[in-house]
């Protein structure tokens, strides 16, 4: 029986991954020219970029656990599961770049030299079987409910904002789900009050400014309860105040800050178009300057696709193409704050009194039920010109204030992840315990509990480098936007398989509506696609950060 895995081992595991690791971003950063050419080598970019995801995710538990080792509140085995986290991660990262060795270049002696005999042996060790079903046996005593521990402010955020969920939106959750209804308006009222939506906004501009690990914290116990009518409904304001406060004018901020933070205007996102995703940059929808009753306005016509919240929404941030020269491409775009009313149900039709129209039409989905996702059409539509944000210096910075917000967007969804994993860990452990098969709980049987095991430990790895992102954006939200794509990438990879394990372990109950774990799965599907597509973030986010410094 292996013996309790400590830091240390992790550390030295560390150690073996970071040479490996280093040794293929230097070969990777020649084969692409800096960066230059990953389209050239797609596959070979995705691999060295999800390696060191795995590494940077394997650093960050270490490190968290280690600050934390001291704290009377930590929970039992918290030292194993990270240890065994660690072996997880480096297990994969090796496993991934192995079959990449000669297409960097590499050699089996290279791998041989960083993964020696002792170190294959501690991997095998630290990363046993045995580990994970004693972790797994935990996590069913715990009923996964095991949190990691923060400072006494965050701990009193976290606690706040799950009893809020519990009592307010976990019963509703199913409901909203299978009927598609809206987001019930006693949601946003209570949450406005709460201050949810101004917690990364500057005090001068109404918010809280409690930092960016207490949003995280807030977004990812709302999503425990609902991801789709609660854990998302932060996210699209903060989209639109990041990239005010990077690029609006100061009279803008005075004006729309201070009602994102109150949450008198509720916000989506328009960016996406029905022939245009990932490729921001090829945005068509033009908006042209004109003068109209002696008014000067943009204008607006095309279309723009999911747009989720655009029918409550009572704004909408609009990325148009304000410079009708495609060749310029994101120099030629312009981001707009477009006013509207509040709509119920699953389409809506806004007309202005000069005969301007916006339609907008719900998108069925099998998932992420509660905010409805549009496409949108928009005619003759006026915008005032002080709407622009920047004002006249706004002129083509809309791609690069949009680009800002994403960030933050990708941020909160690694939150988002984490949230709606604890909820299916959770309800994975309540239920194998309960449920007994064979004349035994399930929860006594080796695979159940290695399972829950490797559960718990690829949350963990999560949580932490997503807590570790947060941290980073409060220091510098440019130098911290790699890593916030990482622990999105990481994070919403993992609540996939996480969910998709526990509706394994719940067996054919699993895929019954009246067990939640059947929500989680089709709600977890949404996350890689969202705030930057899975090989998007690889190449150009990740994959380009790394290869080009």
């Given amino acids: 029986m292996p013996t309790n895995p400590t830091l240390n081992d992790a550390r030295k595991l560390l150690d073996a991954a970071d040479a490996l690791l280093e040794r293929a971003l230097d070969r990777a950063r020649e084969i692409t020219d800096g960066g230059k050419s990953i389209d050239d080598h797609q596959l070979l970019t995705e691999r060295v970029a999800y390696a060191a995801t795995e590494r940077n995710a394997a650093r960050e538990l270490i490190e968290f656990v280690a600050a934390a080792q001291d704290d009377e509140r930590n929970p039992p085995m918290l030292e194993t599961i990270a240890a065994a986290g660690v072996a997880d991660l480096v297990r994969n990262l090796k496993d991934r770049l192995d079959p990449a060795l000669e297409d960097l270049g590499l050699s089996e002696s290279d791998l041989d030299a960083v993964f020696d005999a002792d170190t294959r042996s501690l991997l095998r060790r630290v990363g046993n079987e045995a580990v994970f079903r004693r972790i797994g046996a935990h996590t069913c005593e715990t009923r996964g409910r095991d949190r990691l521990p923060l400072e006494d402010i965050f701990e009193q955020i976290r606690d706040a904002v799950r009893d809020f969920a ?86 803008q901020k005075k004006k729309w800050l201070p009602k994102i933070a109150s949450g008198e205007i509720m916000v989506g996102i328009a960016v996406t178009e029905p022939d245009i995703g990932s490729d921001v940059a090829s945005v ?47 120099k030629g775009l312009s981001l707009f704050i477009v006013p509207k009313d509040s709509f119920d149900g699953h389409s809506f039709e806004m007309k202005q009194p ?24 928009f005619e003759n539509y006026e915008v005032p010109v002080e709407n622009l944000v920047g004002g006249e210096a706004g002129v083509g910075r809309g791609f690069y204030l949009q680009m800002a917000g994403f960030a933050a967007g990708r941020l909160q969804t690694g939150g988002r992840a984490c949230g709606l994993a604890q909820a299916a860990l959770e309800k994975t452990a309540e239920y194998v315990v309960d449920r007994n098969q064979f004349g035994h709980p399930i929860s006594k049987f080796q695979l159940t509990q290695y399972t829950l095991g490797r559960m718990t430990v690829m949350l963990a790895a999560s949580r932490a480098i997503t807590y570790a992102a947060a941290n980073a954006f409060d220091e510098d939200e440019r130098m911290a936007a790699p890593l916030a794509a990482q622990a999105k990438l990481l994070a919403c990879d993992m609540a996939v398989e996480l969910t998709q394990m526990g509706q394994l372990m719940h067996g054919g109950w699993g895929y019954a509506e009246e067990y939640p774990i059947s929500r989680y799965v089709v709600d977890a599907q949404v996350l890689p696609i969202f705030e930057g597509v899975k090989p998007i973030l690889e190449l150009k986010v990740i994959g380009r950060s790394l290869l080009a410094g």
């Avoid at 509703?172 to 946003?188: G, K, M, Q, S, W």
């Avoid at 039409?361 to 992420?368: E, N």
């Fill in 284 to 330: 068509k929808c033009p908006a042209e300057k004109r003068k109209i009753d002696g008014r000067d306005v943009w204008v607006i016509n095309g279309p723009k696709a999911w747009c989720t919240f655009a029918g409550r929404a009572t704004a909408l941030a609009v990325l148009c193409r304000t410079d009708p020269d495609l060749s310029k491409g994101a």
């Fill in 354 to 377: 000069g005969g301007g129209r916006l339609v907008g039409k719900a998108d069925a989905t099998p998932g992420y039920r509660g905010m409805h996702s549009y496409t949108l059409n």
């Fill in 166 to 251: 519990e009592k307010e939106v976990a019963p509703e959750a199913e409901r909203i789900h299978r009927n598609d209804d809206l987001v019930p308006e006693e949601f946003i009222t209570k949450m406005a009050d709460l201050g949810y939506f101004g917690l990364a906004i500057p005090e001068q501009y109404g918010g809280s400014e409690l930092g960016n690990l207490a949003m995280i914290l807030t977004t990812e116990e709302l999503s425990r309860a609902s991801l789709a009518s609660a854990g998302s409904l932060i996210t699209r304001p903060e989209i639109l105040a990041k990239a005010l406060i990077q690029g609006g004018t100061e009279q």
